[in-house]
């Protein structure tokens, strides 16, 4: 029989516990950033045409939000929309866009119940305000 020192059995033993607690950690964290980025450059190719759009600063704006995450995080994002006259039908089309984000990437986030309801709420009230902004003008 071997007689292994004492110091080579512990180091082996926090090798394997550190492997097979962090193993899955690392892989939950990678997982994570991976889905992250992800999110973050739709948004951003959503928020790049919002800006090509916007108007100059006036009274007459809308705020859409934009919800994402994975299981315990939530991020929320949201721009400022100056409405014109010849930008209020973009500004719905990037609602509807804006909206099925939020829906498909937005349900696995923390508070994922909420999300449908704030998202028709914050959709609602895009689709309220540019409808009174072209009675008005």
């Not at 992250?36 to 859409?64: H, Q, T």
Request: a positive charge; glycine letters at 6%; one cysteine or more.
């Amino acid at each position: 029989m071997i007689n292994w020192p004492a110091w080579l059995i512990v180091l082996t033993v926090i090798a394997c516990v550190v492997l097979v607690l962090g193993g899955p950690v690392v892989l939950i964290l990678k997982g994570y950033r991976a889905y992250n980025s992800a999110a973050e450059r739709r948004v951003g190719a959503l928020y790049s045409r919002l800006e090509a759009i916007n108007g100059p600063i006036s009274k007459n704006f809308v705020d859409m939000y934009v919800y994402y995450g994975l299981i315990a995080w939530a991020n929320e994002s949201s721009m400022r929309v100056y409405l014109t006259p010849s930008n209020v039908d973009e500004v719905e089309s990037l609602a509807r866009r804006l909206r099925s984000f939020t829906l498909r990437w937005g349900v696995l986030a923390k508070g994922a119940i909420f999300v449908p309801i704030t998202t028709w709420w914050n959709y609602r009230s895009v689709f309220k305000t540019t409808h009174l902004y072209r009675k008005s003008v």
